[in-house]
């Protein structure tokens, strides 16, 4: 019988917590990412104001320095801890992977100096559309479609470009270049990066609206990512017949593997909230673990370095966090973490390789505190020990801690 008879898991995508050990090892425009902190820098340059967070332990997570406007709780209603990543990696893929149990020692293929001609050439031919080399490098989401979207309009052709991650991604106004067109250039672009010396964890979608000058992403946006190399925890729990909801881009990560419930993308952090709730108020969900992703703090903030915007964004979710609560059964368990770092006031526009907080919370719960610092699958081993399956490759079980 299962400890916790559901368990809800929350990625707030790009929170980290401070610099990991070995950060210096990983660079933001040249920069190592040594002294990056998002959540400690946010705290400290415009104020943070999370207080249902706070009340699970987020403040009483170590660290060097305590985040400066999110204090310790002395009788916290959770537990806390930081976790480590072990992955060579600070990607999203990689984060996600490594949580639910993967070890990767091989990172995808970056292309800091833009894509190879030949890959561009075969998406030519592919699609009849021409190729905007100047754009061809790494690049800000919003200012690539600033720069090249009136030249999009004006002549039809791809806006490819990429970033620190190991992504190639395809922006294209949905009036010049229709969505359904636009995937199927994706799905054959992820069909020429499944091997190095192009192995690309994902091909995203960029559908984009508007007049030059006031552009806008859609949610429309698609990712295709690559299977995992190995049965993760999500494979362990659908092999048992067990639950497994996705809500935002968890299906897109994983590529459907081991997903039974797909709740769907989400136009939004809040409404990826309510995707939440609405998985675990269904009738249907009675057993079984949901895996949310709620992306806007690293796609709208800490890529766009806007402190203020991800500030505000962590207190839009805070604010929901009641409702999350509130939806939970006794035996429920909540966890919230995070997937890497995108400090917002760093140098570059790019992830950040830091710890990431872990809380935990059940009405069930008699005791609260702390608990060891470890690493990212130690959530998946946990998981896998709650509902009677294996691990995957590696992680080490706290379900006897939380109590």
Known sequence: ?????????????????????????????????????????????????????????????????????????SNPTGYATKLEEVSLGKDTMTGHWEIMGLNITEPFDTFWNGFPEEILTQIEEFSGRKVIRESNKPYSGTAVIDDFGPRQMETGELIIYTSADPVLQIAAHEDIIPVEELYRICEFARSITLERPALLGRII??????????????????????????PTVLDKLNEAGIDTYSVGKISDIFNGEGINHDMGHNKS??????NLIKAMTSE????????????????????????????DCLHEFDERLPEIIAAMEEDDLLMITADHGNDPTYAGTDHTREYIPFLAYSPSFKCSGLIPVGHFADISATIADNFGVEKAMIGESFL???I
């Open 1 to 73: 019988m299962s400890k916790f008879n559901r368990m809800h898991l929350i990625v707030l995508d790009s929170v980290g917590i401070g610099a990991a050990p070995d950060a210096n090892n990983f660079v933001n425009a040249g920069v190592p990412d040594g002294a990056s902190d998002t959540l400690g820098h946010i705290s400290k340059t415009v104020g943070l104001n999370v207080p249902n967070m706070a009340k699970l332990g987020l403040g009483n997570i170590p660290r060097e320095q305590p985040l400066k406007t999110v204090p310790a709780e």
């Open 205 to 230: 979608a960029r559908p984009y609206v508007g007049e030059p000058g006031n552009f806008t992403r859609t949610s429309n946006r698609r990712d295709l990512a690559i299977s995992p190399f190995a």
């Open 269 to 274: 952090n809040n409404h990826g909230v309510d």
């Open 284 to 311: 249907d969900f009675k057993h079984g673990f949901s895996f949310t992703n709620l992306v806007d703090f690293d796609a709208l903030y800490g890529h766009r370095r806007n402190p203020q915007g991800y500030r």
């Open 400 to 402: 006897d801690k939380l």
